[in-house]
């Protein structure tokens, strides 16, 4: 069942760096897609803030305001719960995740992990369970402000749209405290960035700012101070409103491209682009655009 609390629509505003991001009420200016009204469940997670922000978007909140949202294990796993609950409810089409106005979120909680030895970290599989948000089926959308981190960079990575305020920060400092990126950061940063200015970050631990992660390819867009989340919402509602199977299958498409040499990619592509000729939003489509009309999905 996914667990919902509405507090972070509601809190106003504040200044401080605790402050969970505003969202102005969308319901009224977007397309309804979904007749689900947030449900209230406050206290259901420690970590996280989940709701309903409507037209089809579930807004999932870091909420460890003291640590700048640093990752701790059981933050996590109720991320990898909340997440999946989305993924599996139909009134769901598409996920935001964001932080405060000060962190998405400042890395994996090196407090947690400073007395791991090797023989625990390798038995217990530490971080396994991070990679569970890379198999949402779903698209996720990170709307990040503030300081997004080593394990904080690696998470907006995992995700399939990043948005930026102005004062978003990248990085991945883990050289600084004796390690390495170790949820994607060296993998992805350097498909994202290329080689040179990855290996820059990785190697002294410079962050680099919203215009430069911009510049290079590694996010979205830069979104106007106090409107990231807000943004995100808009592009997770106009996802929502496509056809779903159709949404699944890009999204299966895109990300093949990080794994599979172009021929095989393009083979693979082409037989998702064939197969959906088998579903009724594909007739609902072509025969809506034929028609001059506006296509009605079913997500069949
Ligand atoms: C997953 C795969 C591998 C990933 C590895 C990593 O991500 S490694 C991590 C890579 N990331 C880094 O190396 C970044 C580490 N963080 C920083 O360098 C700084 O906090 C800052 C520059 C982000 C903000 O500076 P600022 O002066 O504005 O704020 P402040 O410093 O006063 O922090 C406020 C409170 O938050 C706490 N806290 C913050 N981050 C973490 C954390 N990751 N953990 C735990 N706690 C953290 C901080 O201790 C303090 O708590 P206190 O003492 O009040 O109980």
């Known amino acids: 069942m996914l667990r919902t609390a509405t507090a972070t629509l509601r809190a106003p505003l504040r200044s401080s760096a605790a402050a969970p991001l505003r969202v102005r009420a969308l319901h009224s200016t977007l397309p309804r897609l979904t007749a689900t009204p947030p449900t209230t469940d406050a206290g259901a997670y420690k970590n996280i803030l989940v709701s309903a922000a409507g037209n089809g978007v579930t807004l999932i909140t870091l909420n460890r305001p003291k640590a700048l949202n640093a990752l701790n294990s059981e933050l996590f796993t109720e991320l990898n719960e909340a997440t999946a609950a989305a993924d599996e409810d139909p009134s769901v089409g598409a996920i935001v995740i964001t932080g405060s106005e000060k962190a998405f979120a400042a890395g994996a909680d090196i407090k947690e992990?400073?007395?791991?030895?090797?023989?625990?970290?390798?038995?217990?599989?530490?971080?396994?369970?991070?990679?569970?948000?890379?198999?949402?089926?779903?698209?996720?959308?990170?709307?990040?402000?503030?300081?997004?981190?080593?394990?904080?960079?690696?998470?907006?990575?995992?995700?399939?749209?990043?948005?930026?305020?102005?004062?978003?920060?990248?990085?991945?400092?883990?050289?600084?405290?004796?390690?390495?990126?170790?949820?994607?950061?060296?993998?992805?940063?350097?498909?994202?960035?290329?080689?040179?200015?990855?290996?820059?970050?990785?190697?002294?631990?410079?962050?680099?700012?919203?215009?430069?992660?911009?510049?290079?390819?590694?996010?979205?867009?830069?979104v106007r101070e106090g409107d990231v989340v807000e943004e995100a919402i808009k592009v997770g509602a106009t996802i929502a409103k496509k056809g779903q199977v159709a949404v699944q299958a890009a999204k299966e498409a895109v990300n093949a491209s990080f794994e599979l040499p172009l021929a095989e990619g393009l083979r693979f592509e082409r037989r998702l682009f064939q197969a959906l000729f088998a579903t009724k939003d594909q007739k609902e489509g072509m025969g809506a655009f034929a028609e001059k009309r506006k296509a009605k999905f079913t997500n069949e």
């Open 113 to 222: 992990m400073r007395n791991k030895e090797f023989a625990e970290a390798y038995k217990g599989n530490f971080l396994g369970h991070w990679t569970k948000i890379s198999q949402i089926r779903k698209p996720i959308i990170a709307a990040v402000s503030g300081y997004a981190l080593g394990g904080g960079c690696e998470l907006a990575m995992m995700c399939d749209i990043i948005l930026a305020a102005p004062n978003a920060n990248f990085g991945q400092p883990e050289i600084n405290l004796g390690v390495i990126p170790g949820a994607g950061g060296s993998q992805r940063l350097t498909h994202a960035l290329g080689k040179s200015l990855s290996m820059e970050i990785v190697l002294t631990g410079k962050n680099v700012t919203a215009d430069d992660a911009e510049r290079h390819g590694l996010i979205s867009r830069v």
